[in-house]
């Protein structure tokens, strides 16, 4: 049977997301940031729906598990990484000391987003997550896609816009992107239900 | 007096900045690092740190359980869970530990928040 979230639901959902991504990045010496969360079903997504409007992106995935399992992905574009990057390490890093850093650098920020996030989630609901070591890779937009449309058992994608600003620069726009499958569709409405009595 | 201090995280970019603000605010410290509580765990049987940052998610075992670990066998040492992962469960379970949990990012306020813990004993 296919669970699909209710707008109730995924605007719980999405708000309690937004608090903890809100936390963690304005936790970010120098760094500020806000989010205007949707959802999209997974058979209509494509580049234009996920607003993947670059060519290429460094793309951070991490794995949860516990009551709830999942699959978020953490997304900036690969200009975007580059400015993240010479700002948190620094303007004395070479071309080339930033990639060499750039997975390690980018797998934790994602970390910290993501963290932030089913931690809110975990608290909200009161259940536990576990998550896995993150793995960075760069993909082009279309790939980000087909990614997505090959995972089993996903139904909705909830994405939340994470904008930075560092020192004052233009805002460095980044994705969180949840994929959501019927388990935990499921589950969550009937957290969000019991939470609400 | 200089004091020792084992940095615990299998980011090495978070191992580089605690250190970065630890040695801003205290130069004299001794600074070391592990990748995994594993290793945090062998290197403590050689060499005993007066201070401790222990991430949660690492590769291996959770930070948590090498964390009581050490605290079991070597409870003069000042330790706080330093993660991004802040569930209630993990903060709760830092306090049975008889630690704290500092919130990730590492930044000033946040390493000066466990530098505060370690000093207060």
Sequence with gaps: MTETLSQRHFEKLAKIINRGTGRAVQGFQEIIGESQPYWLEKNGIDVNTLQLNAGNYGVVEQEFTGLLNGKVLVLFTAENVQCILQKMLGDEMDAQGLNDIESEAMGELGNIMVNAGLSAIADSLHVLLESTVTCYKQYSNDTIVTLIQQENNVENILVTHVNLMISGNALLGGKLIMLLNNEFNQEIAEKIELSAT | ?121
């Design chain 2, 1 to 121: 007096m200089s004091k020792k201090i084992l940095i615990v995280d299998d980011s090495k970019m978070s191992r580089i900045f605690i250190g970065q603000h630890v040695k801003a605010a205290h130069p004299d410290w001794v600074i070391q690092e592990a990748g995994s509580g594993e290793e945090a765990i062998a290197l403590i049987e050689n060499e005993l740190p007066d201070f401790c940052t222990m991430d949660i998610n690492m590769p291996g075992m959770l930070g948590t359980q090498a964390a009581k670990l050490i605290l079991e066998a070597h409870p003069d040492i000042r330790l706080v869970i330093f993660s991004a992962n802040v569930q209630e469960s993990y903060q709760n379970e830092a306090r049975e530990l008889g630690t704290i949990l500092v919130a990730k990012p590492v930044t000033q306020a946040s390493v000066g928040l466990a530098l505060e813990y370690f000093l207060g004993a």
